[in-house]
């Protein structure tokens, strides 16, 4: 039987954070804790309706949302802007709070 060698190998290597798609990982500051701005017309369904995440977790009490969304043609700034315009929301005032995007790793809810 016929054996075939691979040469040409996509990396895939321990410890590496790849993207085959045109996602993003970002958190989102919201300031302050989100644990009860839960529900139907809370802030944290406002801020998922704003960013539309493919997945997303809210968890702590740091006020942090992670997500991950669509990458195309959004950066930092303009996600912060976006934020930033909702103004303030079930009581929770983002208009000074901010979004970065992160690795995967980085990914921590203190």
Not at 17 to 32: F, K, L, R, S
Not at 50 to 70: H, N, Q, R
Request: aromatic residues 4%.
């Amino acid at each position: 039987m016929a054996s075939i060698t691979k040469v040409n190998q996509d990396g895939r290597d321990h410890g590496v954070q790849y993207n085959p798609g045109q996602t993003i990982a970002i958190e989102i500051d919201a300031g302050v804790s989100l644990a009860a701005k839960d529900g139907i017309d809370g802030a944290l369904a406002a801020i998922v309706s704003e960013f539309a995440p493919l997945v997303y977790k809210s968890s702590g009490t740091a006020g942090k949302v992670f997500a991950i969304i669509d990458g195309h043609a959004n950066d930092a700034a303009g996600l912060t802007a976006r934020l930033q315009n909702m103004g303030t929301v079930d009581g929770v005032d983002l208009s000074a709070q901010t979004v970065v995007l992160r690795d995967l790793d980085a990914f921590d809810a203190t």
